[in-house]
């Protein structure tokens, strides 16, 4: 299947982009940083890559891919939802990060259902919620490894968010090609590696996002479902390291748009970068709607 797309992006070069493309590399300029956009829409050629094998830092983004893992060792009976994990006090990454877990019982000492965890780490981006559950699979490697064996490539995640808050290099050891995220968003939709009953589940907390209003949601019609998850760095000396967001955008059709936007290294503000991943998830919007089956 790579094969397939590396050949199809060679020919697409050799004969001049789309004017998608050309369009997605035009607002892609305003963010002052390296875009990378990568994009799939069920019985289309919709083609918006933009840069779509560069590995940019994913921040939060890790903690879908960190679900889809753990809710497959639910399905292997190695932990169930309602099993208490213990939030430890060494689970605390201190002195502050966003973590409403953390906010809530500072002292830490007390049991969370992984369900909850879950929840917490997708719809919420909740820092210490994920490494808790990273901590209790096994490390990165074991998202890393499960993303491979669902045939995700481009994914390579070797620190949770205490090592990011830690060292701020360390985001850059994180990463996903737009092309993996896209592959992975588009097997959560139409090819799931996991039940229907933990499919749907994931698809709840992702709908229920509460960040990135102004991202991919940004500039799509009133209504329109999307199910996402974002990530964000912090910003130092006027740089922002990462701003992403990934998700799938349901169409008036029905069928599903998989795109991944990763901004690295913008020196835009805040208010720009989201308008430019809208922007680009509108264009590759509008250009969904008129790819019809």
């Keep these: 299947m790579r094969f397939a797309i590396v050949f199809f992006l060679f020919a697409n070069s050799a004969f001049g982009q789309t004017a998608l493309q050309t369009k997605i590399r035009a607002i892609a300029a305003d963010a002052h940083g390296k875009v990378a956009v990568a994009c799939s829409l069920p019985d289309s050629p919709l083609n918006c890559d933009l840069d779509p094998y560069a590995r940019p830092p994913m921040e939060s983004v890790f903690k879908l891919p960190l679900a889809v893992a753990t809710l497959d060792l639910v399905q292997n009976e190695k932990f169930s939802l309602d099993q208490p994990i213990r939030f430890l006090p060494s689970d605390r990454i201190l002195p502050h990060v966003y973590s409403p877990l953390q906010?809530?019982?500072?002292?830490?000492?007390?049991?969370?259902?992984?369900?909850?965890?879950?929840?917490?780490?997708?719809?919420?981006?909740?820092?210490?919620?994920?490494?808790?559950?990273?901590?209790?699979?096994?490390?990165?490697?074991?998202?890393?490894?499960?993303?491979?064996?669902?045939?995700?490539?481009?994914?390579?995640?070797?620190?949770?968010?205490?090592?990011?808050?830690?060292?701020?290099?360390a985001q850059y050891r994180n990463w996903f090609e737009p092309i993996g995220a896209v592959e992975l968003l588009g097997r959560i939709s139409d090819n799931s590696p996991l039940t229907e009953e933990h499919t749907k589940l994931l698809m709840e907390w992702m709908q229920d996002t509460q960040t990135g209003l102004h991202q991919i949601k940004g500039e799509l019609p009133t209504g329109t479902i999307v199910l996402h998850k974002t990530g964000h760095s912090a910003t130092v000396d006027g740089v922002a390291f990462g701003t992403n967001d990934i998700g799938l955008v349901t169409l008036p059709d029905g069928r599903r748009l998989a795109i991944a936007i990763f901004i690295t290294d913008s020196r835009a503000d805040d208010a720009t970068r989201d308008a430019v991943m809208a922007r680009i998830a509108k264009a590759a919007y509008d250009e969904g709607v008129q790819a019809k089956k």
């Design 103 to 169: 906010d809530k019982y500072p002292d830490a000492n007390v049991d969370i259902p992984l369900r909850e965890l879950l929840r917490l780490a997708v719809s919420v981006s909740d820092n210490v919620a994920a490494d808790i559950v990273l901590r209790i699979i096994g490390g990165p490697a074991v998202v890393t490894s499960y993303m491979k064996s669902i045939g995700v490539e481009g994914f390579h995640l070797e620190d949770g968010e205490r090592g990011l808050h830690e060292d701020v290099k």
